[in-house]
């Protein structure tokens, strides 16, 4: 298993993101300004063959997150347990994406809208968001 999350936590960030391991790292990401792209990394299927695949090319726009960062689900379980407080109103859910601006939660993208879907969808889904809440780079 240990090759498995080795390997998952590579592959996501190659794309670009910021690990956060701890709770500290959570809060000091979070309260930056400006919108920050949160990936819920976890080691399922869904995860690797859809959600990190979509966040990896989703962030190929016009209008992208100023701030690109993951936790592990079950791995960094309290750094993931302090980012999941921010997303008020949705239940736990690995993989997801919770778009943020200025350290409140403005869209997620919950398991149940990446399971199944095509890392395609996915992608198209995160990029309505960034259209709506993002700035061009």
Known sequence: MN???RQARQEIVSAGYTE????EEVKEAFAKKGTTL????SVC???GGIARPAAHHSI????RPDHLVTVFAGQ???????????????????????????????????RHE???YDPMQVVNKL???????????
Do not use: W
């Open 60 to 63: 190929h726009f016009d209008k």
């Open 20 to 23: 956060l391991k701890t709770p």
């Open 76 to 110: 960094d379980k309290d750094a993931t347990a302090e980012a999941r407080g921010y997303f008020t109103g949705y239940p736990p859910s690995s993989p997801s994406f919770a778009l943020l601006k200025d350290g409140k939660l403005v869209t997620m993208v919950e």
């Open 38 to 41: 949160v990936m819920v990394n």
């Open 3 to 5: 090759d498995v999350v």
């Open 127 to 137: 990029q309505a968001a960034f259209e709506e809440h993002c700035e061009e780079v």
């Open 114 to 116: 990446i399971e199944g």
């Open 45 to 47: 299927g869904c995860a």
